[in-house]
């Protein structure tokens, strides 16, 4: 395949997404401005300006009109999809990370980074239909733990958070109690800091990567470690296929570390994992840095992914990709 | 006159970095795109040097097979632009083919990754270590352990079957005596040595070496043993290459049996052309030590 290089951003990728349909590809990176790509031949749609910090982290309503993004800037933002303004501004004391609309777009769920006194906290807000009316009053608000919380995402029909960070273990609370009801094993679960959690296409299960240089695959509801795959190098970003059982590790070493070794030795791949045997199918090389971020069509026939050197590359499989047989 | 004039002057030019000259050039054209996708954009604008430059773009445009569209994504299509991507220009090229061909990349056999990696991996270990197929030892073969110059076993081992020039007896003997645990002595000066023939031996190889330079770039061991062969017996051919690029550095030596066979071939091919070069060939300097 001949992957499709969008150089938009100035800084290191942080975080890729698409809409429902797969048509549009959203990406944040350090540098202040998310941006909208057309996801079939990588022309820019837009960029969405206003931002005063790096953005970590996009979300994308159902219906694709609106955009919920979380930066650094201590705020996180809703956008007009089509015409690229903001439409509300929640401001928070601490930089915002990870933002996720609930199922339905009427709750979203905003993180936000231990700063200062301040602990980490997921924060649920309500999302009006009319912008006019959104309010910036907190539905919930989960004190978190210790760390940052790096990924959080709604469970099943909105009833549970799921909420993954810094201190390696993967949380799911009760978001009508606001009440913790399950912790991961630190026996099996994760040994270093979280990076990444990505839910599978139903919801049924998701997949976190770690700095211990592995990705784990969990069940939703019972939180029970279904299956682990492990790589040789700090994990970053993951993603599922929706059309085959494949899973695809992003990652390479440190970003500190990455001047200092040959380039061959940063293993700057997508490695790609059958999900069912554990076992390495193949990998795609082409970053200069480590990969930050991976996403995978929703129709599982291309997936893009971001990196440190501040592209997103977009990969349209092979045909050839579809009959693999390991 | 003021800078909206035709003619300007070139202090103005630089002034105004030429930014604020764009209605002075000609309309962007867009021509097509024609039955065969080709599309051609055609754009003016000022160089560095505030000369126009008229840049034109041919795009082919190709529709994607048998894409299915939902009917939002297909309205999404005729979305304009906004943010930066509304002064997008067609030289901007942020969105580009990876030139590249990517494979998925089947991982290698847990049995040959260790060592492919370890090759690949870090250029200063390899350097310290040697790497696996550089370094053999001519004494013993050990691959990847040592040097030949730090070969441990250099004077227990049998001597290699390519240097036909050491004498055998001088080596097997000094295997013998060489077991005591006395001082190091060199096996040529050992009890039972073939003291005078060894040194001479040794020293009349180096001598048969001719060094012969102003090589092309092209030139192999095979061809320097075909161009030196009709003088006698060879021994030896070597071309110097670079390691890190694996050109020939452009000289090599060719060592003989009989002095006198080199003798004649310095005669014959100094100054003589090969390849496009005059070679240079002369004996060899034996080596300081």
């Known amino acids: ?326 | 006159m003021t800078a909206t004039a035709p003619k300007l002057r070139w202090g103005e030019l630089e002034e105004d970095d030429g930014e604020d000259l764009d209605f002075l050039l000609p309309p962007r054209q867009v021509i097509g795109p024609n039955e065969n996708g080709i599309k051609k954009v055609i754009e003016y604008k000022f160089n560095e040097d505030g000369n126009k430059v008229k840049i034109t773009t041919t795009i082919r445009v190709r529709k994607l097979a048998n894409a299915r569209l939902s009917k939002s994504a297909i309205e999404r299509r005729s979305w304009p632009k906004f943010g930066d991507a509304v002064h997008e220009d067609v030289g901007s090229r942020l969105t580009m083919v990876s030139t590249e061909e990517i494979v998925l990349e089947p991982p290698r056999a847990p049995g040959s990754k260790p060592e492919e990696t370890k090759a690949a991996g870090d250029p200063l270990a390899q350097l310290g270590k040697g790497g696996a197929v550089l370094m053999v030892c001519r004494t013993c073969g050990k691959k990847g352990d040592h040097w030949t110059s730090r070969c441990p076993y250099k004077d227990l081992a049998q001597p290699s079957e390519g240097f036909i020039d050491k004498p055998p007896t001088a080596e097997t003997s000094s295997v013998a005596s060489g077991t005591g645990k006395t001082a190091y002595v060199p096996p040529g000066m050992r009890a039972g040595a073939e003291r005078g023939a060894g040194a001479d031996m040794r020293r009349r190889n180096d001598e048969n070496s001719v060094r012969v330079t102003n090589l092309s770039e092209d030139t192999q061991e095979p061809d320097l043993h075909d161009l030196f062969r009709p003088f006698g017996a060879i021994t030896r051919v070597y071309v110097a290459m670079d390691q890190k690029t694996g050109m020939s550095r452009g000289f090599g030596f060719v060592n003989f049996v009989n002095r006198e066979d080199a003798q004649r071939a310095i005669n014959k091919l100094n100054g003589y052309g090969y390849d496009n070069l005059i070679l240079k060939v002369e004996w060899a300097t034996p080596r300081s030590n």
């Open chain 1, 1 to 326: 395949m001949r992957p499709i290089l969008m150089k938009g951003h100035e800084r290191p990728l942080t975080f890729l997404k698409y809409n429902r349909e797969g048509d549009l590809l959203f990406s944040c990176a350090k540098d202040h401005n998310p941006t909208v790509w057309f996801a079939d031949n990588g022309e820019r749609l837009g960029t969405f300006r206003g931002h005063n910090g790096a953005v970590w982290s996009c979300d994308v309503s159902r219906d694709s009109l609106q955009l919920i993004t979380g930066s650094a800037d201590q705020t996180a933002k809703l956008w007009n999809v089509k015409s690229g303004n903001q439409l509300y501004t929640f401001n928070f004391d601490s930089p915002a990370r990870s933002v996720d609309f609930s199922v339905g777009d009427k709750l979203a769920l905003i993180t936000t980074d231990p700063f200062m006194e301040l602990s980490s906290a997921i924060h649920v807000k309500r999302i009006a239909r009319d912008p006019a009316d959104q309010s910036g009053k907190s539905v919930l608000v989960l004190k978190g733990p210790q760390g940052r919380i790096n990924r959080a995402v709604w469970g099943p029909l909105n009833k549970t958070i799921i909420s993954a960070g810094e201190d390696a273990v993967v949380r799911i609370w009760d978001t009508e109690t606001g009440t913790l009801l399950k912790e991961s094993d630190r026996e099996i679960g994760h040994k270093r800091p979280i990076t990444s959690l990505t839910k599978s296409t139903d919801g049924s299960h998701f997949i976190t990567g770690s700095v211990d240089k592995s990705a784990k695959l969990w069940d939703t509801r019972s939180l029970t470690l279904i299956k682990t795959y492990v790589t040789e190098r700090p994990v970053n970003a993951v993603a599922m296929s929706p059309l085959l059982d494949h899973v695809v590790l992003g990652g390479g070493q440190d970003a500190s570390a990455v001047t200092t070794t040959d380039h061959r030795a940063g293993k700057f791949e997508a490695k790609f994992y059958d999900k069912i045997l554990q076992e390495e199918i193949g990998g795609v090389k082409g970053h200069f840095g480590p990969i930050n971020a991976l996403a995978f069509n929703p129709d599982g026939k291309s997936f893009s992914s971001g990196g440190e050197d501040g592209y997103v590359r977009l990969h349209h499989f092979d045909p050839d990709y579809f009959n693999i047989k390991i």
